[in-house]
């Protein structure tokens, strides 16, 4: 290679430049981050993307503070105007990746990096990209002094992220501080990965202060132990590094089938549900047996844990998994239970992601508590969604398939899904057995002067209830399309999607997702 005293002088200057952009131009900057225990921006797409795929936009912008710095400080200081962008690959497959880089002013949003998501948006809804965005930073810049302005309202950059919802699948990365216009990129996203020392605000310390709402520590605005119960992130982990690796593996998910994965021995699932019709159990350990080794994420598992989301692999084809876990309210759908799901389905359907829903459901839940949470529109959300997929659905009833949350868990009803199968201790009605015998005899109970006579005249209906109940009964009538041994249930998911695969509907529409 040519030396500096042979080379062009423009080529000489070229490479101070970019020299001055990368992390070892700014030797402090990166200590204090290490110290901190992150990563740079820098060295987090290095992890991210394929090695020499990164095609970056905008390297040589700088601060927009000329009337405030000195030139050589801005470029020195503010590579990149904190936020590196550009085109990639993970993995083998076309993405774009955002990053704000928080030792360039703390990750703020300045006014030619709000161009760069612009130009950056456009290019990734012309070639439907899928998208990381690691999201960190302190929100909007108010020291950028060479463009005028009076309210910046006018900034596109919110309203084309939003635009790309149902577009291309969008991933938010936060580590550590991420308020306001940050914020709203990882709140915009389809997922987000956040780790453990994360605090995420839709407004940051100054602005709660001056709303006249006191002084709040940055750690303390949105902590992980909020913002994973309430389902603000996906997927919490330990590090930046297991962050992009988490975020590899979900875009891996939108990419299409694979290779064939390895599987569990699936007569495990024989016994995986008590005979016990009262016993609770994990019905995590089922989604991974039905899956291929070492494929399933598990999303919002903090939120609404009676509703169970992952993503996963059948058979090498991604899918999306619903399921009832009975540790947490029995199984019974929730308002908030209810909004898991249907925002999950949408994400399903938006990017042609089957779903497979497996079943242990007593019903939507009930009392006065219940309808305090708007259970009524909330839970109605999930019956909606169900009714709008367009791509397969295949329905297991692992045990109880009660009432209209079990119709919400099968799309609307036990005919709707491509498959709808039942394993043979699992029992169907209308409504939680024991409930309807109550209600159906309840004038005959009331004649019952003795406590525990009428209490044995419930037990013996409800055992008769139960015997009708029976999945074979409802099988014999045609309610649902087979009972199996559940040791063939991921053979069957996998044949089904498989002739549906061969028959596909109409190209999927772009369908924005909800935010919630």
């Known amino acids: 290679m040519p030396t500096d005293e042979t080379m062009r002088a423009d080529l000489v200057e070229l490479a101070r430049r970019r020299a001055l952009t990368e992390d070892a131009a700014r030797p402090d900057a990166v200590e204090r981050r290490h110290a901190g225990g992150g990563r740079t921006a820098r060295e987090n797409i290095a992890d991210l993307v394929d090695s020499g795929s990164f095609v970056e936009y905008g390297r040589y912008a700088i601060a927009a503070q000329r009337f405030r710095r000195a030139i050589d400080d801005l470029i020195t200081r503010t590579p990149a105007d904190g936020m590196i962008a550009g085109t990639a690959r993970v993995d083998g497959s076309a993405c774009a990746v955002l990053a704000y880089d928080y030792t360039v002013l703390a990750g703020t949003q300045g006014a030619l990096g709000h161009r760069k998501k612009d130009r950056l948006f456009d290019v990734i809804a012309r070639l439907r990209l899928p998208t990381v965005f690691f999201a960190e930073g302190g929100g909007g810049r108010p020291g950028d002094t060479d463009y005028p302005v009076v309210s910046s309202l006018d900034v596109r950059a919110f309203k084309l992220w939003a635009a790309l919802s149902g577009v291309v699948p969008r991933i938010a990365v936060v580590k550590g501080r991420c308020f306001a216009g940050n914020a709203v990129i990882a709140g915009c996203s389809d997922l987000i990965v956040a780790t453990e020392d994360t605090s ?133 759908i929730t308002a908030s239970a209810a909004d898991k799901a249907a925002r999950f389905l949408q994400l399903c359907d938006a990017f042609g992601l089957p779903i497979v829903s497996l079943v242990d459901c007593p019903g939507y839940m009930v009392g006065q508590a219940a309808e305090a949470e708007a259970l009524v529109r909330r839970g109605s959300r999930l019956l909606i969604a169900g009714a709008s997929l367009r791509v397969p659905l ?63 005249r419930v037990r013996q209906a409800t055992a008769a209830a139960q015997e009708n109940a029976k999945a074979l009964n409802a099988a014999a009538l045609f309610e649902i399309d087979d009972v199996i041994d559940p040791a063939d249930t991921r053979d069957l998911i996998a044949a089904t999607l498989t002739a549906a695969a061969e028959h596909p509907q109409d190209a999927l529409r772009p369908r924005f997702v909800d935010a919630w």
């Open 394 to 456: 295949v329905a297991v009833v692992l045990r109880r398939g009660y009432g209209l949350g079990a119709q919400a868990m099968c799309g609307g009803g036990l005919h709707e899904p491509l498959l709808t199968v039942a394993w043979p201790g699992a029992h169907l009605g209308p409504m939680g057995l024991e409930g309807a015998v109550r209600l159906g005899l309840r004038k005959e109970l009331e004649a019952i002067a003795d406590d525990d006579e009428r209490e044995e």
């Open 200 to 332: 995420i605000g839709m407004g940051g310390p100054a602005m709660i202060a001056g709303g006249g709402l006191g002084n709040v520590a940055p750690d303390d605005v949105g902590p992980i132990s909020v913002q994973a119960p309430n389902g603000v992130v996906d997927v919490v982990v330990a590090d930046e590094a297991e962050a992009v690796a988490t975020a590899k593996k979900l875009l891996g998910y939108f990419r299409g089938p694979a290779t064939r994965g390895e599987s569990a021995d699936q007569n495990a699932l024989r016994t995986m549900v008590p005979e016990r019709d009262r016993r609770a159990y994990h019905v995590a350990p089922i989604i991974e047996t039905i899956a291929d080794v070492g494929t399933v994420t598990f999303l919002r598992e903090r939120f609404a844990p009676e509703m169970v989301t992952a993503l996963a692999r059948i058979d090498g084809r991604p899918v999306g998994i619903v399921a009832n876990n009975t540790r947490v309210m029995a199984g019974a």
